[in-house]
């Protein structure tokens, strides 16, 4: 069984930035790819970002691109996503995911993922 950890949100003035962290647990963890999902309040969940946990490949959001980086410690088993200019807009539960069985094909496809972590608050003011 994975378990996945998300920490660092907060409340953030608009302009400002927040780090990310989804560390990853469990029994001989390996993954293919691990990503950033959001779900902004009363919308439905929205991919974010994406890293290939090999090559260290990366997709984005167009909203996003530019202002977030996507990252990873291999050794720690973690993911992390920098997000900086943050705006309201940005305000939204964040999750990350894993597909530990390399059966992802389009990183955006939430449907695709084996394993969910649990979600962190980040709420953006003017």
């Known amino acids: 069984q994975v378990q996945l950890v998300e920490s660092g949100g907060g409340l953030v003035q608009a302009g400002g930035s927040l780090r990310l962290s989804c560390a990853a647990s469990?029994?001989?963890?390996?993954?293919?790819?691990m990503a950033w999902f959001r779900q902004p309040p009363g919308k439905e969940r929205e991919f974010v970002a994406a890293l290939g946990w090999i090559l260290g490949n990366t997709w984005y959001a167009d909203s996003v691109k530019g202002r977030f980086t996507v990252s990873r410690d291999s050794a720690e088993n973690t993911l992390y996503l920098q997000m900086n200019s943050l705006k309201p807009d940005d305000t939204a539960v964040y999750y990350c995911?894993?597909?530990?069985?390399?059966?992802?094909?389009?990183?955006?496809?939430?449907?695709?993922?084996?394993?969910w972590g649990r979600g962190t608050q980040v709420t953006v003011s003017l």
């Open positions: 469990g029994r001989a963890f390996s993954t293919y790819l």
């Open positions: 995911a894993t597909d530990t069985k390399g059966t992802v094909s389009v990183p955006a496809r939430s449907y695709e993922y084996d394993y």
